[in-house]
């Protein structure tokens, strides 16, 4: 997970999320988020996705804690990390 320790630790301060996985990570703005929101279209799923996402985009604070994507497989999931529980490795 040191991919995505280093994304943090380089964008800490920054409103946006990580979307990660086993081997990579990939960080988007607030605004990169919201364009790609709209590109999921108004699927049942998606918009439950988008709707959660936008929510927690909204109300977390980018100094302290951490949003982040993960997709593993065909799982999505949405995490928060405040800096107390993840490790710098």
């Not at 790609?36 to 439950?48: E, H, P, R, W, Y």
């Amino acid at each position: 997970m040191k991919h995505l320790n280093n994304s943090f630790r380089t964008h800490t301060g920054t409103r946006g999320v990580h979307f990660y996985n086993e081997s990579n990570c990939n960080f988007l703005t607030w605004l990169e988020v919201l364009d790609f929101v709209k590109s999921l279209g108004d699927k049942q799923t998606s918009a439950i996705l988008s709707e959660e996402l936008i929510n927690r985009l909204a109300n977390y604070d980018p100094d302290t804690e951490f949003l982040a994507i993960r997709q593993s497989n065909k799982t999505v999931s949405i995490e928060l990390f405040t800096s107390s529980n993840y490790v710098e490795i």
